[in-house]
């Protein structure tokens, strides 16, 4: 069964191309402890799917699929509190020193195998 995300109207037409092939993965439940989680994703298969899916963001980071002239893009580092964790914002605006709007987005979705930082982002 394709993924349903080729019949989906609110994605992008450039990220249905690239997934609507995809098969559909089955949602495999809570884990009993974070233990059991990191040994099932710290296998040979799992860091070779990883692998896969970053060469495929890594060619779909170019200026036909995801123009990036005239942007400005930088990454900070925050580190919150009181847990100390180091956190990193990705901001994306053009290049200029104008004041202007922004959009707040958090990502829903995905994150376990995706980034914003990746280069399909």
């Known amino acids: 069964m394709a993924s349903r ?5 609110r ?18 439940g ?3 402890s974070r233990e059991q989680l ?8 799992v860091r070779a799917r990883i692998a896969g899916l970053a060469t495929m963001h ?3 980071d170019n200026e036909a699929v995801a123009p990036s ?9 925050f580190t919150s509190s009181p847990d100390g964790n180091s956190i990193k914002i990705q901001f994306i605006r053009p290049d200029t020193p104008e004041r202007l709007p922004c959009v707040y987005y958090i990502h829903g979705g995905g994150m376990q195998v995706m980034s914003c930082f990746d280069g399909m982002y």
């Open 11 to 28: 994605i992008d037409p450039r990220i249905k191309r690239i997934f609507a092939n995809l098969p559909e993965t089955e949602y495999l």
């Open 30 to 32: 809570d884990v009993q």
């Open 69 to 77: 002239k005239g942007l400005r893009i930088t990454t900070e580092t």
């Open 38 to 45: 990191l040994a099932e994703e710290n296998t040979d298969a």
């Open 5 to 9: 995300i080729a019949n989906d109207p």
């Open 58 to 60: 890594f060619l779909c």
